[in-house]
């Protein structure tokens, strides 16, 4: 290149001579740059957003599922397949701390739903049946009265903690403690008269407003002890996950060991492709979150960086018309003294510059609108993050020189080639 | 001998029928003489310019510029002629549109390999041509006229031995043709040697010799007597 910088001001010159039509032209390559800055911080922006989540519910955490499944992918009960496999007898042997030194916490956990009724006051929530251990797996704030204990959760006493939402439509006047709850008991068949069969509860508890954790809205929710919930509430004999604390993040591989020791021990299993349960730790529900949101990325990358083809095509086009318009620029030129490489890089240089100011400007408009969106997300009430990945960055800044150099070669060498006469008396 | 033509033959290739539009062709410049080629439509007079401007190659024949036989010479090496020796003034000026009369006699020295004082170069041709208070004036914005005299800035910015103009005052009315030929007319007295194409016999008398072509073939080959020549003076527009 003769005199690089001489070039570009010429060329920049020679399209500011069209500012329409350039912008036009350029137009899909800043909807296809900005569509990929969009899609990877989206992408980021709700991966963070699902970790975040997670986390909330606490770390150190392991948890166990009935059913065998593989550990990249998402455990079977995900499905809806309900799996008998794990028992109460399976959660008391891992309560034992013979069996697992470093637990500091068990919890059994079976969930439902059911229609609560206080007074003339009634709601349908959910109904989490647990254990008193609870609050010392999960962080626990209370508004009012406190967690059941180990005890009143062992014993299955009629007790029951409310929380927000589900406290404040019971209760709309406050003063819930030691009131009377009563649970309509499940009923799979929708002619019994479910009035006989309704469960009195004492509230000893509501928690404070918590949000959404786990997408769930961690509000609507009721906590009553297990032992009363599976056998009575339910009518069924078996677990549906079983959670456990481990006292230091280090021990929390060992602790998985030590489970899935014990829980063959108590299924009679030796060989662990006959597994019946699934034991899993947060890292590894990290990992298949972090595999799904990876996969949508690519693919949603993918789309974008089609419509900046779509966007290259759109260039050769316009290019193409251009050098057909200015074919007595062009012979007028080589009249002049350009040579074939001259005319072939003037064009090239337009058709680079063009779709770099088209990365540019879409990278901006990119970064805005991901600005924008994080505000609203975070306006709607969830924990989002504004990232923008200096790779998407880069990556755009060289596809649309790319998409430059690849859709203005053509173009280029048909002008580079045009006849100095022909081209001249061009009308 | 500044242009030297041995026999050149032009023929074009339309599909398979060939046309032969030059026959053997013998011409000789001197360098600073002022000739007019002239010819009806179709005679051959624009593609003889166009050789003898390097915007062609001769089918057959000699062309010899400045002494050297430019047969073997590279499609760049022919670029780099027309850009430092010959200076082209066309019928419809081709100037860029939307860009101001100084870049577009500026335009030859960005293709050249000479760097400096491309400015100042294109000022010095603007003035030669009475433009010097025209310089940022956007190309569509001043008259045919003076358009034609930016061309023919642009054609002197590169200091050429020749300039071919090819009928320049074809598309101006009388007055301001009559400025544009006196300003070949200064051009030639200042030593450069001029080619003229024309159709009008008013616009070749301002040269000094007139080389008449038919047909492909030169058939008359005349120097201009003085008394004969006509003299046209700047008029303001």
């Given at each position: 290149m003769r005199n690089f910088l001489s070039d570009i001001k010429v060329t920049i010159k020679n399209l500011l001579a069209r500012k329409g039509r350039s912008f036009l032209t350029i137009l899909g390559i800043i909807i296809g740059v900005s569509g990929v800055i969009i899609i990877i911080s989206l992408g980021a922006g709700a991966q963070s957003l699902v970790l975040g989540q997670i986390t909330k519910l606490g770390t150190n955490l392991i948890g166990v599922l009935p059913g065998k499944s593989n550990e990249n992918g998402p455990p079977t009960a995900v499905f809806g397949v309900q799996i008998k496999t794990l028992t109460l007898n399976d959660a008391n042997a891992l309560k034992n701390i013979n069996n697992v030194?470093?637990?500091t916490a068990v919890a059994a956990f079976v969930n439902g739903s059911a229609t609560l009724i206080a007074g003339r006051e009634s709601v349908d929530t959910s109904v989490v049946s647990t254990d008193g251990t609870y609050p010392k797996i999960q962080n626990v704030d209370m508004a009012k009265g406190q967690f059941f204990t180990e005890e009143e959760g062992n014993s299955g006493s009629n007790v029951i903690v409310l929380g927000y939402d589900v406290a404040t439509s019971l209760f709309p006047n406050g003063d819930e403690l030691g009131q009377i709850v009563k649970i309509k008991i499940s009923n799979n068949n929708p002619a019994s008269n479910s009035d006989v069969g309704s469960i009195p509860f004492r509230v000893v508890g509501v928690q404070k407003k918590i949000g959404t954790a786990a997408f769930q809205n961690q509000d609507d929710q009721v906590f009553i002890p297990f032992i009363i919930g599976q056998r009575q509430l339910l009518g069924i004999d078996y677990v549906q996950f079983i959670r456990i604390k481990v006292d230091d993040a280090a021990n929390v591989k060992m602790t998985m060991e030590d489970v899935t020791r014990v829980l063959r021990e108590q299924h009679n299993?030796?060989?662990?492709?006959?597994?019946d349960f699934d034991v899993r730790d947060l890292a590894n529900a990290i990992k298949v979150l972090t595999n799904i949101t990876g996969t949508l990325n690519i693919f949603l990358s993918l789309m974008a960086a089609i419509s900046l083809v779509v966007g290259g095509i759109g260039i050769m086009n316009i290019m193409l018309v251009t050098v057909s318009e200015r074919t007595r620029e062009i012979g007028l030129r080589k009249a002049i003294g350009a040579t074939r490489k001259n005319i072939r890089s003037q064009f090239l240089f337009e058709s680079i510059i063009l779709t770099l100011s088209g990365g540019i400007i879409g990278i901006v408009a990119g970064i805005l609108i991901s600005y924008l969106i994080a505000i609203g997300a975070r306006f709607a009430g969830y924990d989002w993050a504004f990232i923008i990945s200096p790779i998407a960055i880069f990556l755009a800044v060289f596809v649309s020189i790319l998409t430059g150099v690849v859709f203005g070669l053509y173009p280029a060498i048909k002008a580079a080639k045009l006849d100095p006469i022909v081209a001249l008396h061009y009308e | 001998m500044l242009i030297e033509l041995k026999n050149i033959v032009k023929n074009y290739d339309n599909g398979g029928i060939i046309t032969r539009v030059l026959h053997g062709v013998n011409l000789g410049v001197e360098d600073g003489e002022f000739i007019a080629i002239i010819g009806p439509s179709g005679s051959g007079k624009s593609t003889l310019m166009h050789t003898i401007g390097f915007l062609d190659r001769p089918t057959e024949g000699d062309y010899l510029f400045n002494g050297e036989?430019?047969?073997?010479?590279?499609d760049d090496e022919l670029a780099r002629i027309r850009n430092e020796r010959i200076g082209f003034v066309f019928q419809s000026f081709n100037l860029l549109p939307r860009t101001t009369v100084l870049d577009n006699v500026m335009l030859p020295l960005f293709y050249s390999t000479n760097k400096k004082g491309h400015e100042h170069k294109a000022k010095v041709a603007l003035e030669a041509v009475g433009l010097g208070d025209r310089l940022q004036f956007m190309s569509n914005q001043i008259s045919g006229g003076q358009k034609q005299r930016v061309a023919i800035a642009r054609a002197l910015v590169c200091d050429p031995k020749v300039i071919f103009a090819d009928e320049p005052t074809g598309n101006l009315d009388s007055k301001s043709g009559s400025t544009v030929m006196h300003i070949l007319e200064k051009l030639n007295k200042e030593g450069r040697t001029i080619i003229l194409v024309t159709h009008d016999m008013n616009v070749a008398l301002h040269a000094k010799r007139i080389v008449t072509i038919r047909d492909g073939e030169i058939v008359k080959d005349q120097p201009i007597p003085e008394s004969e020549r006509v003299h046209s003076k700047a008029v303001s527009d």
């Amino acid at each position: 290149m003769r005199n690089f910088l001489s070039d570009i001001k010429v060329t920049i010159k020679n399209l500011l001579a069209r500012k329409g039509r350039s912008f036009l032209t350029i137009l899909g390559i800043i909807i296809g740059v900005s569509g990929v800055i969009i899609i990877i911080s989206l992408g980021a922006g709700a991966q963070s957003l699902v970790l975040g989540q997670i986390t909330k519910l606490g770390t150190n955490l392991i948890g166990v599922l009935p059913g065998k499944s593989n550990e990249n992918g998402p455990p079977t009960a995900v499905f809806g397949v309900q799996i008998k496999t794990l028992t109460l007898n399976d959660a008391n042997a891992l309560k034992n701390i013979n069996n697992v030194p470093h637990a500091t916490a068990v919890a059994a956990f079976v969930n439902g739903s059911a229609t609560l009724i206080a007074g003339r006051e009634s709601v349908d929530t959910s109904v989490v049946s647990t254990d008193g251990t609870y609050p010392k797996i999960q962080n626990v704030d209370m508004a009012k009265g406190q967690f059941f204990t180990e005890e009143e959760g062992n014993s299955g006493s009629n007790v029951i903690v409310l929380g927000y939402d589900v406290a404040t439509s019971l209760f709309p006047n406050g003063d819930e403690l030691g009131q009377i709850v009563k649970i309509k008991i499940s009923n799979n068949n929708p002619a019994s008269n479910s009035d006989v069969g309704s469960i009195p509860f004492r509230v000893v508890g509501v928690q404070k407003k918590i949000g959404t954790a786990a997408f769930q809205n961690q509000d609507d929710q009721v906590f009553i002890p297990f032992i009363i919930g599976q056998r009575q509430l339910l009518g069924i004999d078996y677990v549906q996950f079983i959670r456990i604390k481990v006292d230091d993040a280090a021990n929390v591989k060992m602790t998985m060991e030590d489970v899935t020791r014990v829980l063959r021990e108590q299924h009679n299993i030796k060989n662990p492709n006959d597994d019946d349960f699934d034991v899993r730790d947060l890292a590894n529900a990290i990992k298949v979150l972090t595999n799904i949101t990876g996969t949508l990325n690519i693919f949603l990358s993918l789309m974008a960086a089609i419509s900046l083809v779509v966007g290259g095509i759109g260039i050769m086009n316009i290019m193409l018309v251009t050098v057909s318009e200015r074919t007595r620029e062009i012979g007028l030129r080589k009249a002049i003294g350009a040579t074939r490489k001259n005319i072939r890089s003037q064009f090239l240089f337009e058709s680079i510059i063009l779709t770099l100011s088209g990365g540019i400007i879409g990278i901006v408009a990119g970064i805005l609108i991901s600005y924008l969106i994080a505000i609203g997300a975070r306006f709607a009430g969830y924990d989002w993050a504004f990232i923008i990945s200096p790779i998407a960055i880069f990556l755009a800044v060289f596809v649309s020189i790319l998409t430059g150099v690849v859709f203005g070669l053509y173009p280029a060498i048909k002008a580079a080639k045009l006849d100095p006469i022909v081209a001249l008396h061009y009308e | 001998m500044l242009i030297e033509l041995k026999n050149i033959v032009k023929n074009y290739d339309n599909g398979g029928i060939i046309t032969r539009v030059l026959h053997g062709v013998n011409l000789g410049v001197e360098d600073g003489e002022f000739i007019a080629i002239i010819g009806p439509s179709g005679s051959g007079k624009s593609t003889l310019m166009h050789t003898i401007g390097f915007l062609d190659r001769p089918t057959e024949g000699d062309y010899l510029f400045n002494g050297e036989n430019t047969k073997d010479f590279t499609d760049d090496e022919l670029a780099r002629i027309r850009n430092e020796r010959i200076g082209f003034v066309f019928q419809s000026f081709n100037l860029l549109p939307r860009t101001t009369v100084l870049d577009n006699v500026m335009l030859p020295l960005f293709y050249s390999t000479n760097k400096k004082g491309h400015e100042h170069k294109a000022k010095v041709a603007l003035e030669a041509v009475g433009l010097g208070d025209r310089l940022q004036f956007m190309s569509n914005q001043i008259s045919g006229g003076q358009k034609q005299r930016v061309a023919i800035a642009r054609a002197l910015v590169c200091d050429p031995k020749v300039i071919f103009a090819d009928e320049p005052t074809g598309n101006l009315d009388s007055k301001s043709g009559s400025t544009v030929m006196h300003i070949l007319e200064k051009l030639n007295k200042e030593g450069r040697t001029i080619i003229l194409v024309t159709h009008d016999m008013n616009v070749a008398l301002h040269a000094k010799r007139i080389v008449t072509i038919r047909d492909g073939e030169i058939v008359k080959d005349q120097p201009i007597p003085e008394s004969e020549r006509v003299h046209s003076k700047a008029v303001s527009d």
